[in-house]
């Protein structure tokens, strides 16, 4: 299938100056409410990452999974779920997961569960939106933590020059499929 850049371009909508003033909310659901620009964007990412010999997709939970899981399905791979504010049982790597999120102001956990990923796993690593970059570096950490490989990252949209800077420094190759200013 062949990407519609226009069409998954005119879905995202951003919400300027909320949830409070100079903040931005960008919102990518009209995309997973139309079947069309889902297998766009499913099927771009699956096509970018179908020789990479990745052995498991990690998402962060909750925006992020249904494109995820299409591409981990597309894959044959496992999809692992990175969850928000320790919601995992059992024990997690909750630690280097803390950080302050500037767009929400908050200070953030990120867990995954241990042995959720097998040692020497290579792994691609999804978020639905790269704002910051923070998120994918802190999740990063987390799977370096369990002795797995981050070998790729990808997003459907990267947003101004923070984010992608960010993961530059990590020295990990970043896809994204569309790129905001």
């Not at 960008?26 to 409410?33: A, E, K, M, R």
């Not at 042995?115 to 802190?138: H, K, N, Q």
């Amino acid at each position: 299938m062949i990407t519609d850049e226009y069409l998954i371009r005119s879905l995202i909508k951003l919400h300027h100056h909320w949830p409070e003033k100079g903040k931005i909310y960008i919102d990518l659901s009209p995309i997973y409410g139309s079947p069309q620009a889902m297998h766009m964007v499913a099927d771009t990412l699956t096509q970018q990452f179908l020789n990479q010999q990745h052995t498991h997709i990690v998402s962060i939970e909750t925006s992020g999974l249904p494109v995820a899981s299409l591409i981990a399905y597309s894959l044959a791979i496992p999809l692992v779920i990175i969850r928000k504010n320790n919601f995992s049982p059992g024990l997690a790597f909750d630690k280097p997961g803390r950080w302050f999120h500037e767009q929400v102001r908050e200070q953030r956990t990120l867990s995954l569960p241990e042995g959720a990923i097998p040692e020497e796993s290579r792994v691609l690593l999804f978020d639905d939106l790269v704002y910051s970059g923070e998120t994918l570096r802190v999740a990063s950490a987390l799977i370096t933590r369990n002795k797995a490989e981050v070998t790729d990252f990808a997003s459907i949209v990267n947003y101004g020059e923070d984010g992608a800077k960010r993961i530059q420094q990590l020295e990990i190759p970043y896809y994204s499929l569309i790129t905001l200013e």
